[in-house]
Each structure stands twice: as structure tokens, then as C-alpha cells.
């Protein structure tokens, strides 16, 4: 499995948070649902944080069963037109966003 992380790096601008995680929850997470190949969508909005961190608003992973299932979601149609809207909300955001990829495994806890 692959995911694909969207760091949201920066600050929401003032009195304007709740907006945002809603237009996010309203106008993004539809979009990002949507997107071809994509087995999991996680929304995170930080709460907490470590004095020294950078920061970060928001956190976007998209689970992928491989390679060429990503390279095909970031192909796809809906692609520009999610990317536009996360422009629109992104107008209330100063900062930046960049991605990773990774490969992960889940460990169970240790008993």
C-alpha cells in the first residue's frame, strides 16, 4: 500500500478556521472521495503540537494499493478539478502545501 500525504503547512487566517474545515469538509472531501484507485481518505486537523513544531493546519492521506494505481488517480479528470477547488479554499490559508509518498505497514500493539 502507498500512501499519498498532503502536508498543509501554515496557519488558517484568523476567525477564518471554522470556514475552512468546512468548506474543506464540504467542497474537498467530496472530491477527494471520488478520485479513482483510492482505498482510504484521512482528514486531520491538528490539535496539538510540540512547541518547536512547524505549523501545520491540516494533514490529507490517500491509500493506494500500488504505483500504478496512483499514477492513474493523478491522471484522472477529477484531478484538475479538485485541485481548482482547493485553490478556491486555499484563499484563506497562509502558508503552503506539498506531498510524500510512502509505503507503510500497520504493526498491532505489543501484548
Known sequence: ML??????????????EEEFFRRVRDELEPFWRRFPGVTAVRVQRLV???ADARPIAMILEMDFPDQATLDACL????RPESHAAT???MQMFEGRFYHLVSE????????
Open 3 to 16: 500512501t499519498r500525504t498532503a502536508i498543509y503547512e501554515g496557519t488558517v487566517r484568523d476567525g477564518r
Open 48 to 50: 496539538s503540537k510540540d
Open 75 to 78: 491522471a484522472s479528470p477529477i
Open 104 to 111: 507503510g505497514r500497520t504493526l498491532p500493539p505489543s501484548r
Open 87 to 89: 485553490e478556491a479554499v
